[in-house]
């Protein structure tokens, strides 16, 4: 099964698929570009999945993106009804995406790390259903 993995955020978004049992990190789009980026991307790669990052909180304070991005969940389930929707904790995903920029010396990590968050959130998930 290959899977498509999605990063969602309010302003850049990033996407990551699965080849060949490998994570590859592909892209940081806006926001507003995201669902035609998923047909390109899913298209190309064959993806029969797309995994959507969900941003739980620790502290139950960010509670309005986990409420937009499963709204966003339904809606790409009514777009994509032959593909399977799944979402994963995408918990830590920003700060380990964070932690390999900076081991690249990338000292300014915004805007850059969306992508990465994507394949880390691919990889946990292919780990799980191994």
Do not use: H
Request: net charge positive; hydrophobic share 40%.
């Amino acid at each position: 099964m290959t899977a498509l993995a999605i990063d969602l955020w309010d302003k850049r978004c990033g996407i990551a698929v699965e080849i060949d049992w490998f994570s590859l990190a592909k892209d940081i789009v806006a926001r507003t570009s995201i669902v035609s980026a998923i047909k390109k991307y899913s298209e190309r790669y064959k993806c029969e999945t797309l995994v959507v990052g969900l941003p739980y909180d620790l502290y139950g304070k960010n509670l309005k993106q986990l409420e937009k991005t499963k709204k966003f969940i339904s809606k790409l389930k009514n777009i994509f009804p032959a593909k399977k929707v799944v979402w994963f904790d995408e918990r830590f995903t920003s700060f380990e995406a964070d932690s390999v920029l900076k081991e690249f010396w990338i000292k300014d990590t915004r805007g850059q790390k969306d992508d990465i968050s994507a394949q880390i959130i691919l990889e946990n998930y292919m780990e799980r259903e191994k």
